[in-house]
Every structure is written in structure tokens, then in C-alpha cells.
């Protein structure tokens, strides 16, 4: 209905699909002479039917589209997911959703104190892990790792362990283990080993970035039909693909709201498309429906649109605040992860994700597994760290000493007898170590609580502010409209050769200003039907010997089309239909205007 009414006031006055003016061209009739001169003088041709051939040279009114969410939903049906409305910047939603996570079971975290404090029964994600037995669950230990500080670290059963033993046994001169970690790290005794940051730029990088739907940059597509479902439709694009283990949970819907309930959406747009006088020579007149597109850069859209411009588009009532309901899963490897040190191999000094060293250790996991984003999220905070904690004289720990790299860590632990002393290695293969021990006993000192390869976590979260306006998600949408419109022209109006009739020319004004014959080619037909002309275009000869016609023309663009210039006067030639019918036609046009012409077509007898 729409195409309909873009092109039945173009139609001339005549009916679209119509018979031809002077009845239908058949073999009846006198017959007259062949005046072509064509060699065998013998071809006899009848009578002739009268067609009028008028210029449409008016442009449609423009497309004009008031929509609220159900018609944009019942207009574009299927091809809702092809339509991208902006690239949403992921750093925002995880760097809400892990804070969320992060005071899941409280903030006493922050504190400067050994013991946490830690209760998940004190908000409703909390409460939410491990089926509500939060104590139990590695969501907790997950919550755990993310709030870990020098001052509540536990790092027992890591190598880690000596040198706590015996900074704590010499308290009194070296102030403690707490002091001395915050001190190797360059970080506050409150503060993180692991900041958000840092984690957010890893889970970005290696979680999202190298999942098929997500940019290289970490930019989540989001398309009309994620808006017209409520987001539900991310769960499955954003889910499990391949050997990646999917962004969010694609069994649990995605639901925020973008399109609130006063979403309206406001569309003008300039028809390409034309109905055209035409000649079908089995028929007599009919119309053909074709783009006329002179305003590039394709050259073949059906409408041009501008996004861009306030007037012509315009989306009101979007949330103003938009924000997710989403679970999302990190899985481990199956394995625990041994640290890359010097006595592994005087390499894994050079260890790195683009250079990494031996098998099974971090950097040759799965960038999505766990160990591999906690190790890249201490490689991007600690990547340049250099410090030097001296304790009683002794250079306890060097960080990045001695000609070696930013967070290559040398110990020298004193009372070596009594106390490990761990090997060198990098800060983040440590922290890697104290977080996969951690991730696995919910007691610290007591057995594991889960197998390695069983502490899986998945969070559920609510109301996780997306990290964009309203006003910013229109302004987001009309680029990336823009850069579809040529795709949306054919969504909305690709159908149009439906309403053409079976044509074998019509009547046109090329990009010269010059009026034509074009003889129908294969992208006029619709999509599937069979080109069945075995000698188009137009000729000087019944026998179709000497063509007339051409495809190409000094100063006409087209070159898909036969076609042949109209001028003043008498124009007579041949053609034959896709039924392999020959045709005489004269064409008699006025001199002056060339608006309107008459073709005289006759079937040949014989």
C-alpha cells in the first residue's frame, strides 16, 4: 500500500496494468506493405494499434512516515535486525556492571582492616549467588578477588606465602606484610590490586572484542530489533558462537527499554521511484515502475534520505536514562595455571601476550578464560611498574630493577632456612596465582571448595545503567542511519517491479534531457524471472539485422539499456518481443515538444 501510493499519482491518468489505448496488437487486420526496405521485400505486417507514450517528468510526492513503535515494528518485520542504530560503547555498562558487582556483599572492603567483612545478604545481587546460599557460591569468591587490597590480601598457599611469613616475623622492622605489598605495588593499602579500570579495559579487549558481534574496539552494534524487543534479541547475538562463550547468558533475556511509550519516529524522504509509459507488443500499453535515482552516490536508491537533517527524521520519546537487565558468565580454565618464572625458563622474562612462552601457561589460554583476563588486567596496570621495597637493609623486593622490565619482580628474602623465597616473575603472574587459589577456597586455609574447572560464575544484574542518554542515543542513530539509507530505500520500497506489467520498451527522459525508447533489461525484471529476449533493442530491418539502438551514448550515464533517441517526426524500426514475435514500429512525434508521441505497432504475419 505504501509503494502504491508513492507511484499511482504519477500514473498519468491512465490505468496501471491497462490494455493498450487502440486495443490489443494481434494478427487481425488489413495488411500493408513492409516499408522498411529490409531485403526480402516479402515481410507483411497488420493492422496497426494506436499507443500514446507520455513523459513523466513529475516527481512523486515525497515519503512521508509517522510511526509509533508498533508500525516501525510491522513495517520493517525481518529486516529490524539488519538496521544497526549506534555502536554502544561497552566501557560505560562494564564499568557499572562490575562496581555492581564489586559492593555486591558490602563496602567494608575499602577499609584499612585484615577482615573484609564481607555480607552478599546486604543487596539483591548478593542474595542472588549461589541460589541465595552466597556463602557457598563462587560469585562470592569472584567478589572476593575484585575487592582484594594489601590490607585484606590472604595469600596462603602461594608463593607469595614467604615473604608474608617473614615481613610479619620481623613486624616490628619492616611493618608488616600489608605495608610491604602496597609499597611493591605502588598502590594504596586500601586500593585494589586489581583496579576497575584495568579489569574493565581486559574484559573489554578479551571478553567482548573477540566475540563476532562486538567490534575490535569493544563497541556493541545495537539494532532496531534489540529496540523494538526490549533488548531481548541481544541475549542471542551477544550469546555463546564458535568456541567463544558468549558475552551474555543467551538463555536469560536482555530487557531494557529504549523505546519508551510515546516512542514516535518521523520520516520524509524523496521518491527515486517512477511509473513509466510502456509497450508491451504482445499487449499493447502497459506501465513499468524503475528508479530514477540522479542524486548519487549509488545512483540506484528507490527514495533518498537524510537522517542527518531534524526535519526530514526524528525519534522522540526514547528512555531518557536507558538501562539493562543481563547476566553475563566467566568461565575458568580447566587447570590451574602455573606462574611463568625464571625457574620455569629464563624466557618468561620476555613472556607477553603476543610473544608467549612454553604450553599451558596464561598467555596461550583462551583470551575469555579467566586466568587470561585476570593476568591482562595486572599486565595493563603494572606493565611500566618499578619499585624497590628495602626492609633492615635488604633490598626486599625490585620491581623492574636492574636493567629487567616494568613488573618483573626479584625477592630477597631474608631467613631464607625458614621462609620460601618466590622466584622471579611478573606481578601479574602472582596475582594471578593468589586469585586462582582465592577463586577455589572460600577458606583461605581450610581444603578447596571447588574443583578446578567448576568455578564458573554468573551474574545476574538489573537496572545497569547503559552509559548513554536518551538525547545521546538520537543524536548516535542518525550516522549510522545514514551510512544505511540505501539499504533502508530497499527495505521499505524494493518490492516496487511488482507493479510493473510485462513491458518490452517504455518512454523515458535520460540524464541528457533527451527522450529515449529504453528497451526493458534484466534489472527491470522482478527478482526470478527469466530474461526471455533473444534480440533486444531496436533495428533499421525486419530481420533484425541492423540495430539502431545501442547501450551506450555520449552524455547518458546508462549503459544497462538499449536505447534509442526520439526526435520530430517519423522513427521507424523492428523489434521483437520475448515471445519471438516481430513488430513494426512507427513512432510519430510533434515537433517542439515531445511530451507525448504515438507508437504505431503491427505484428508481422509471416
Known sequence: MLLLCLLAPACGGDDIGGSGEAGTIGDTGDTAEDESGDSDGDAQFGAEAEITLRLNDDAPPPLSLQMGRDEVSELFGDVAEDIELLELDSTPLLTNTLNAIKFACGDDWQLDSEDPNHDCSQTTLGQSFGGGNWQSSAEFSMVRILTMTPANSVVNGTSLAGVEGVTNFLSL?????????????GIPKTGEFLD????????KTNLLATHPEVSADGKMVVTLADALTDMATMSTRLGPVGDHPGVLVADYPTHGEVFGPDFE????????????DGVDLSGGKDFISVVVDVTGPSFDDEAEFDFTDPAKFSMTGLNPSPSLDLRFAIFEHNGFIESCTEEVSPACINNAPDVPVGNGLVWTLDKWDLEYMVAYAGLLRYASLETVVTKLFVDLVEVGQDGNPGGWAVFNVPLGFLFDEPPAQYVWELINEVAQHNLHHLDPKGPASFAEGAANVEFTLEDIPCGITGAEAEAAVRPFLQAQASDIAGYLLGNYKENSGPVDFYYRRADDGVPYLFWVAPPDLLDGLPYNWATPGFYADAGLTKKLSSTTIDGVGDTMHEKLRIDPGETVVYAADDEGGSYKIRVVAPAGDLTEVTAYVSKRDN
Open 265 to 276: 519516529m518521523k520520516v520524509i524522504a524523496e521518491s527515486n521511484l517512477r511509473v513509466l
Open 173 to 185: 622492622f619492616t611493618g608488616g606484610f600489608p605495608g610491604m605489598l602496597a609499597e611493591s605495588l
Open 196 to 203: 576497575t579500570q584495568s579489569v574493565v579495559a581486559s574484559m
